[in-house]
């Protein structure tokens, strides 16, 4: 397969700005956002938003969705959001910490995050080893789903986990920034965070992407996929008194 490089170049400069990307990593978390939502967390000027977000839309990197007189904008596709990802990791560089809320801010994310509609972090790393140690994902010969997964799955969250209704992989990994190993992404990856949110086994804390494993989500990890909770991650106890995956 020919590569166009000047395509390659073009999507190098998209993301070569610290205010463009700053605007990327706001939108793994799969939401929508508005333009002045995007400058206040770059911390730009909304005129000069505009400009990162035409680069960004050149590139294919996000896409503009209009609702009545509003416009919003998120990221393209999960590809997109595995390219800022995986650029993240690679980079390895954390933000400086300089306050408390700082470093509750990345201890958070770095325990249990959402990236776009998958789950991240110590979490979401913890979690694929448990399905790949249950023989539930093979990683043998690529990533698949065994014939034991496809079982479990279809019980877990229905048959329409395991149908994309989309070209979009059904499994795929993607390179975690903070554990650099790999969690789960692809149309399963994206049911599974479904299941967790619908079934009230995580909950979003006030960091945006962060996540609180509740107690009876610990109770699912280790009794239904095998997640050795007693050892991982960090937990403290949430606000309702039950154990919860959090800050150190």
């Known amino acids: 397969m020919s590569i166009d490089p000047h395509s390659v170049a073009q999507l190098g400069s998209a993301i070569g700005n610290p205010a463009r990307v700053a605007m990327c990593l706001a939108m793994l978390d799969g939401r929508a956002w508005t333009a002045g939502e995007l400058a206040r967390v770059a911390g730009v000027a909304k005129s000069t938003a505009s400009e990162h977000l035409t680069a960004l839309l050149e590139a294919d990197l996000v896409t503009i969705r209009k609702q009545r007189r509003h416009a919003y904008v998120c990221l393209a596709s999960p590809e997109a959001a595995h390219l800022i990802e995986a ?3 690679y980079a390895g560089t954390p933000a400086p910490v300089n306050s408390m809320r700082t470093a509750t801010a990345r201890d958070d994310l770095a325990a249990a995050r959402t990236c776009y509609d998958h789950l991240a972090g110590a979490l979401g790393v913890a979690l694929f080893d448990a399905l790949v140690d249950r023989d539930l994902l093979s990683v043998d010969d690529g990533l698949t789903v065994t014939a034991e997964g496809r ?15 989309t070209r979009r992989p059904l499994v795929k990994t993607c390179l975690d920034w903070t554990e650099r190993r790999s969690h789960l992404a692809g149309h399963l990856g994206g049911a599974l965070l479904r299941t967790f949110v619908d079934r009230a086994w995580v909950a979003p804390r006030s960091t945006p992407r962060a996540l609180t494993v509740t107690a009876a989500g610990l109770d699912a990890l280790r ?8 050892v991982w991650p960090p937990h403290r106890l949430d606000e309702h008194g039950g154990n919860a995956v959090g800050a150190r």
Not at 151 to 165: K, M, Q, R, T
Not at 223 to 230: L, M, Q, R, W, Y
């Open 151 to 165: 079982s479990f799955f279809a019980e877990l969250g229905g048959p329409g986990a395991l149908v994309s209704p």
């Open 87 to 89: 650029a993240a990791s």
């Open 223 to 230: 009794t239904i996929f095998g997640v050795e909770t007693d």
